[in-house]
């Protein structure tokens, strides 16, 4: 709940949809609540100790991986993120104020209310 760019670029996404977006943190060092985690986990059963050489064919294996019936939408990208990107204090502010904190759990329990209903 303080990583300034994400709850930027989620601020935005709620305007685009114009509805809340909830965000629930799990708290750290508990993977086996994280959907993420459990997902790593099958994977590395579906490979089985297959040698991942090359970014071809790791994406054709995770192609493979079905959870509940579902195959996974893989995609490679080589977009190159730039680092150091940093909100000013003004437009930090701004994005805090659409945020409604859960006053028991503020770091973990985030509403980010939209501006307005896209037209």
């Known amino acids: 709940g303080q990583r300034t760019q994400f709850l930027y670029r989620m601020v935005q996404f709620a305007d685009a949809i114009g509805k809340p977006i909830q965000l629930l943190y799990f708290p750290p060092y508990h993977s086996k609540y994280n959907p993420i985690e459990r997902c790593w986990g099958i994977l590395e059963q579906h490979c089985n100790g297959a040698q991942l050489l090359d970014a ?9 991986m079905t959870w509940k019936g579902l195959h996974p939408v893989v995609n490679l990208s080589r977009e190159v993120y730039a680092k150091g990107v ?34």
Request: proline fraction near 9%; include cysteine.
């Open 86 to 119: 940093t909100l000013t204090n003004k437009a930090r502010r701004e994005v805090e104020a659409r945020l409604l904190r859960n006053p028991d759990l503020p770091k973990w329990d985030i509403l980010i209310r939209p501006a307005c209903a896209p037209a």
């Open 56 to 64: 071809d064919t790791m994406l054709e294996w995770a192609k493979t």
